[in-house]
């Protein structure tokens, strides 16, 4: 996810920003029948976004109520580091003055330790503190005005910004401000964090193969019966397509970050979501995606986001340099992508790459499923109506009522009533004048 993301209540991203993930997950059995081996699924809402669980060839004894420990644990995660709740951990850390130590769970001040290391090694290129800038620049969660800030807006925000005001601290965990008016949010690396909780928590129920992605980033263990969990990432600008990458994953994390999804445009100029805290303003750059592998995915969420901000040129740099797997998609001025790779990507896309059928979601086979049933009840609906409409027309009746005399029925003062709801059908006609005036 990227840095400035605020599509949702703990990220936003990009954002949704599922967000809108540039990661398509092929998951497939490989061959082996379902019925012979079991894969254990669930999902659902979180952050904002949403979040996916596979389970394959659970361990005997595995929990029935797996799932609900699932949730309760992402909303452990919720309550430690969304600013969308005002009695979260992180809420209240915004909300102090204090320059003392402020005592936090020991997730919480691991997530902004790690922020802290990726912010040094890439010169402030990752920031937790850029929300006053993403919000000045109409990408924050309150009221789009799709205008750039004045530089004079800038400027006064600038001095909130800035990796280097606050510390973190494990033992004992807390954080600190050396500026009372500075701000963190997790935006970039949470999500990554979720998967990273939710694996931690199945394994150690027993689970050993395990798919888990929140809010569009990946982490897995193990494997579907000798076949390896893949992912697809999709090409920017092409919707339900993506570039036929299927990359093998096996005790890794994948995280993608791009800019294509979220942007405004104002004057003919183009401003992309993702917020550069070294220059306070939009990046300008032609990178449209970036894909990272990590072995934990708050990792591969935070270095994303941070390559995003680099820029194709920079970014790839940074990526060869600290031996990062990365796969960068840049966008030229005619729209055309071209792929640029470090480390385990470089094969990856010296492969021939077509466009494949993006498969459909869990939620979209449940759609698949209700739709029919939908088109039934609508067709039949207006079965009703038109024998209603038949009826009124050779009955030379006008339609009164609240439900359009479907169930009107005469009171013993005269006046006429609906059967549903009871309210006078001259009580409607009145109502429906005053209206009118």
Not at 30 to 35: E, K, L, T
Request: proline share 6%; charged share 20%.
């Amino acid at each position: 996810m990227t840095i400035s993301v605020v599509d949702h209540p703990m990220i936003r991203s990009c954002m949704s920003l599922a967000a809108a993930s540039l990661v398509c997950i092929a998951i497939t059995i490989g061959g082996v029948s379902a019925a012979d081996t079991p894969m254990l699924v669930g999902g659902g809402e979180t952050m904002g976004s949403t979040y996916m669980v596979k389970v394959y060839d659970p361990p005997k004894g595995f929990p029935e109520d797996w799932q609900l420990r699932v949730d309760a644990e992402l909303r452990l995660i919720t309550d430690q580091m969304s600013t969308y709740t005002d009695n979260s951990e992180i809420s209240r850390f915004n909300a102090s003055t204090s320059l003392e130590w402020f005592d936090v769970s020991r997730d919480l001040a691991l997530v902004v330790s790690r922020a802290q290391e990726i912010s040094k090694i890439s010169g402030g290129a990752f920031d937790i503190t850029v929300s006053p800038l993403v919000k000045a620049w109409s990408f924050g969660p309150s009221k789009k005005r799709n205008v750039p800030p004045s530089d004079d807006e800038i400027a006064s925000l600038r001095p909130l910004v800035g990796y280097d005001n606050i510390e973190a601290r494990l033992e004992p965990p807390g954080l600190r401000k050396k500026i009372p008016g500075v701000t963190i949010e997790l935006n970039a690396i949470a999500p990554g964090h979720g998967a990273d909780r939710l694996v931690d928590l199945l394994a150690g129920l027993g689970a050993e193969n395990l798919f888990v992605e929140v809010g569009g980033e990946v982490r897995v263990t193990g494997d579907k019966g000798g076949q390896p969990w893949t992912v697809g990432i999709q090409q920017p600008d092409v919707e339900g397509q993506v570039v036929a990458v299927a990359y093998p994953l096996k005790d890794q994390s994948v995280a993608t970050s791009g800019d294509y999804r979220s942007f405004f445009e104002y004057e003919g100029k183009r401003y992309s979501h993702t917020i550069d805290p070294r220059t306070a303003r939009p990046i300008t750059h032609n990178l449209a995606s970036v894909t990272v592998l990590a072995d934990d995915c708050m990792s591969a969420d935070a270095i994303a986001t941070t390559l995003c901000v680099l820029g194709e040129v920079d970014g790839l740099k940074f990526a060869n340099d600290q031996g990062i797997d990365a796969l960068i998609m840049v966008r030229d001025l005619d729209g055309k992508i071209t792929k640029l790779a470090s480390g385990d990507f470089k094969s990856a896309i010296a492969e021939p790459t077509e466009t494949v059928a993006l498969p459909a979601p869990e939620s979209q086979d449940f759609l698949a499923r209700f739709l029919p049933i939908a088109a039934i009840c609508f067709v039949a609906f207006l079965g009703v109506i038109g024998a209603m409409a038949v009826g009124v027309m050779f009955g030379r009746r006008s339609i009164s009522g609240s439900c359009g005399g479907l169930a009107n029925k005469r009171e013993p003062d005269g006046s006429i009533s609906c059967a549903l709801c009871s309210n006078p059908d001259n009580a409607c006609k009145d109502l429906r004048d005053r209206m009118q005036k």
